[in-house]
């Protein structure tokens, strides 16, 4: 009987400290979004390097998400235009570093679509933690 209290006290400290393992802190970066028409671009100005392959983005319009979100790096999805550019196309780097614009349009397929005057919202994270919660208003060209 002893010899399991010590096994489910010993399991339970060893969960514990795995649970509470420090992770890799998430990347510290500057950006900023702008979107015109179908056209959504986010410049990193500063900071650490984004790994892109950890990357998610996640974009609204007037607080409601896109039906598709960018599955980055990709070049042909549902729901946005081939092609993306910068690090978010499947054919770049994987690291979108300082001076790198990403950019990718929605297609009209895509709901809500992108329209002028509507408000866009792109929250990116890398390994689930919060990198950058931008917004922004959609101009025409």
Do not use: C, K
Request: glycine share 8%.
């Amino acid at each position: 009987m002893l010899l399991i209290a010590i096994t489910v006290v010993l399991a339970g400290g060893v969960a514990t400290a795995t649970l509470d393992a420090p992770t890799e802190p998430a990347p510290s970066a500057v950006l900023s979004l702008s979107a015109t028409d179908d056209r959504v671009s986010i410049y990193h100005r500063g900071g650490d390097p984004i790994d892109v392959a950890a990357a998610t983005v996640r974009v609204r319009v007037d607080g409601e998400p896109l039906d598709e979100q960018p599955p980055v790096p990709f070049f042909s999805a549902a729901g946005f235009r081939p092609g993306p550019t910068g690090p978010f196309n499947a054919a770049s780097d994987d690291a979108w570093r300082a001076g790198d614009t990403a950019t990718f349009r929605v297609a009209g397929t895509n709901d809500p679509t992108l329209a002028p005057g509507r408000t866009v919202t792109v929250e990116i994270a890398v390994d689930g933690q919060p990198v950058a919660s931008l917004e922004t208003v959609v101009e025409s060209e």
